[in-house]
């Protein structure tokens, strides 16, 4: 077993241990742990300590390990579980000769553990250490943390509630245990158990060694995924608004994906373990009900989607292909919302993305399931994924109709907040989420003429369109739906004139939106937009040619608003 000594030295020194009649002195004479040696071939007793907080499968952890032969050591509450068990086990102080103390501060932290766990079998010095100063030896580790992040995301909670949630002993041990895990098995996911007990029980010793590395990286993972926690939760104590100077983000894997963005590409999903994510929904979090497995890009396309929709606060539907919006409209009647959307842009809605702020109904389902594109009005169109935030019964059955591969998915409704990050060569950039909303933004009117309700509400909507758009980004609208989109061009009249050519015969009385100023106006954007029958446009403003837009929409007698606000999105 993988508490024998491996080498012939340390083999030879067990021998003479086994001689010692040191060994042989009781704790209560000498004051300390003793290491119980078997009377032949001078092998210690196996021993496991068990100290957890999530107490899962703790019956099945222990008396496994009671039933291979281990003496059992715990502390505290899982102590008296396991006793309840009807299983014979010893306190942690009488190891270490010292009761619980500073309200349950101290427990564990003692040579007589530490000791125990750190000890290399196969080392002279060290097994003559442990003889020495009577510590027992300790080959297996089950140990799980003080729940921090269910106490400090609690409403109400205090910060000296949270500092005495911050677990010390246990993260020293499951350290001690992992460095040494050549002689000590260490535990830190109850979903370990079953697999562990079963190598153990097999008495493979390669297979064992090989797990014991996993279980040691898996280890050192959980301590550092905890502290990043405790980090994240001091500094925001201590100063919720500048960037901290250090950053560590805890993530776990959710899902190994088939490829990247192309298939030579390998690729995998992690969800963000930081307290600022926790319940705050998005595709992360998300449910899918129905469909093929998600992809990497299925992925971007689902958030670009969904954050999008959700940045509206009126009923209304979001189409996105490649990450960008093709349709948007917003309507007191979802089902209409979405017919306008698809109307926007129908071919480019084809093997896209479909997002809704609102409950997906039987009608709307059947809606998604058997409109015609319009396009010729006979093909079904076609999506890769349907996202909401909730779906009725029926809704959700009529909507499973549709293609055995439409992924249906289900999440907490979540506009732009928090922090983002994104990954350049070998660094990060981070910032805040652009969260800024129309009603937040004051829309000051530059040009003699002045905009009419219908206007102002038409260019709020395609100002918050804007916003979710690649730069250079241009949006027309007209009646709180998308006419025309321009995206990721070099130069921003190239996407005015994507976005005019999208919009077709409706563009006369539109309004559009920019999410930067207008470097030029005359002969270029600003001209252009005016002669194709744009009423009302809005930009940041901000350019040293500024009264060339003024100059140019007072002559073709259209609105010019100007918010102070861009809305680069690279």
Request: hydrophobic content about 35%.
């Amino acid at each position: 077993m993988h508490s024998l000594w491996q080498t012939k030295s340390a083999q030879g020194f067990s021998r003479k241990m086994s001689k010692s009649p040191k060994m042989m002195q009781s704790q209560a004479t000498r004051g300390k742990s003793i290491l119980c040696m078997a009377a032949a071939g001078g092998s210690e007793k196996k021993r496991a300590l068990i100290s957890v907080s999530d107490k899962t499968n703790l019956q099945e952890i222990a008396r496994g390990l009671h039933d291979l032969g281990y003496e059992i050591i715990s502390t505290g509450g899982s102590a008296k579980a396991i006793k309840n068990f009807g299983l014979p086990v010893r306190g942690v102080d009488e190891i270490t000769g010292f009761p619980e103390m500073l309200n349950g501060r101290v427990k564990t932290l003692h040579p007589a553990v530490h000791g125990g766990l750190l000890a290399k079998r196969d080392d002279e010095s060290h097994m003559e250490a442990v003889e020495t100063h009577g510590i027992s030896l300790i080959d297996v580790l089950v140990v799980n943390l003080y729940p921090f992040r269910e106490t400090v995301t609690m409403e109400g909670v205090t910060f000296d509630q949270g500092v005495e949630n911050i677990d010390i002993g246990g993260p020293a041990m499951i350290r001690a245990a992992a460095k040494n895990h050549s002689h000590v098995s260490v535990l830190v996911d109850p979903e370990d158990y079953p697999s562990f007990l079963r190598l153990l029980a097999s008495d493979n010793r390669d297979s064992l060694e090989r797990h014991q590395r996993y279980l040691s990286w898996k280890a050192f993972q959980h301590t550092a995924s905890y502290d990043s926690l405790v980090a994240e939760w001091l500094w925001r104590e201590y100063d919720g608004g500048s960037p901290a100077p250090e950053l560590c983000i805890p993530m776990k894997l959710q899902q190994n994906l088939r490829y990247g963005e192309n298939p030579h590409q390998s690729a995998a999903f992690y969800t963000d373990q930081s307290l600022r994510e926790n319940l705050i929904g998005g595709v992360a979090s998300s449910i899918q009900h129905h469909g093929k497995e998600m992809s990497y890009n299925n992925y971007l396309d689902a958030d670009a989607a969904f954050s999008t929709v959700c940045d509206f606060s009126e009923p209304s539907c979001v189409i996105v292909k490649h990450t960008n919006p093709c349709g948007i409209a917003s309507r007191d009647d979802l089902l209409e919302a979405y017919r306008l959307s698809v109307i926007a842009d129908p071919i480019s809605a084809f093997g896209g993305i479909v997002a809704f702020n609102r409950v997906v109904d039987e009608d709307l389902a059947r809606e998604i399931r058997e409109f015609r594109s319009p396009t010729d009005g006979e093909t079904r169109m076609f999506y890769e994924i349907v996202i909401a935030p909730g779906y009725t019964e029926k809704g959700l059955e009529v909507l499973k109709g549709k293609s055995k591969t439409l992924r249906i998915l289900e999440a907490k409704a979540r506009a732009p907040q928090g922090a983002q990050y994104r990954q350049i060569a070998g660094g990060w950039l981070s910032q805040g989420a652009d969260s800024l909303t129309p009603e937040e933004i004051d829309f000051v009117c530059v040009s003699e003429k002045q905009p009419s309700e219908k206007q102002l509400q038409d260019l709020k909507f395609a100002w918050l369109g804007v916003k979710h758009v690649k730069s250079n980004a241009i949006t027309i609208a007209k009646d709180r739906k998308l006419l025309g989109m321009g995206s990721g061009q070099p130069n921003r009249v190239k996407s005015v004139e994507i976005a005019i050519e999208k919009s077709g015969d409706e563009i006369e009385g539109s309004v559009m939106a920019s999410d930067a100023f207008f470097p030029f106006s005359w002969n270029d954007s600003v001209e252009i937009a005016c002669q194709k029958g744009v009423k009302a446009i809005v930009h940041p403003g901000g350019s040293m040619r500024d009264q060339d837009a003024i100059d140019c929409c007072n002559q073709y007698g259209v609105v010019l608003m100007t918010t102070g606000v861009r809305h680069f999105k690279h």
